[in-house]
């Protein structure tokens, strides 16, 4: 027969299952297991799509950089193309100044050397024109040392002239 006294019940396995059950939903229930197993699945599913989108954004981003260096020799050929053309307009202009820089120290030295050779003349025609007078005088004195009669005849010349200009 079947005995139903409460040390049988409690040592039954049955009645050990049913308790450990029990317990075990009492536990899920106080604990919240069910919310917490869906956040914790629900934050893992958000983390896969973050990954999902960067993975995406990585594979643009390489392949816009691979685009990019697929032009990068048209590029560097237009930069160095630019570079000549700005370099040849640089040599060109630098020429230019040069040339003209040129022209003015030719034409300032032109100017400098007409004028240290005009204050030479000028220079050599005083130079000239005093020892000429000089050496007219020198004749002069000698030639009325030589003629006393010439001296006389130079005065009275001279007082002739003065009495035929008309004041």
């Known amino acids: 027969m079947l005995d139903f006294s409460w040390s049988n019940i409690l040592s ?8 450990m059950v029990l317990l075990f939903a009492i536990l ?17 599913q958000q983390t896969v799509e973050a990954s999902d989108d960067l993975k995406n954004d990585a594979k643009e981003a390489l392949s816009a950089v691979e685009k ?3 032009s990068l020799p048209d590029e560097i050929q237009e930069i160095m193309k630019k570079a000549d053309e700005t370099s040849i307009a640089f040599e060109a202009k630098s020429r230019d100044e040069i040339e003209h820089l040129v022209e003015s120290i030719k034409d300032s030295a032109h100017r400098q050397v007409v004028a240290e050779e005009k204050q030479t003349q000028s220079i050599l025609s005083k130079n000239v024109g005093k020892a000429s007078v000089d050496i007219a005088n020198k004749q002069v004195k ?10 006389r005849k130079f005065i009275s010349d001279f007082i002739n002239s003065i009495d035929k200009l008309e004041i």
């Open 28 to 44: 899920i229930k106080f604990l919240k297991l069910p919310q917490r197993l869906e956040e914790q699945r629900t934050s893992i």
């Open 12 to 19: 039954s396995n049955a009645f050990n299952f049913a308790v």
């Open 142 to 151: 000698k030639a009325f040392e030589n003629n006393s009669e010439l001296h």
């Open 68 to 70: 990019s260096l697929e």
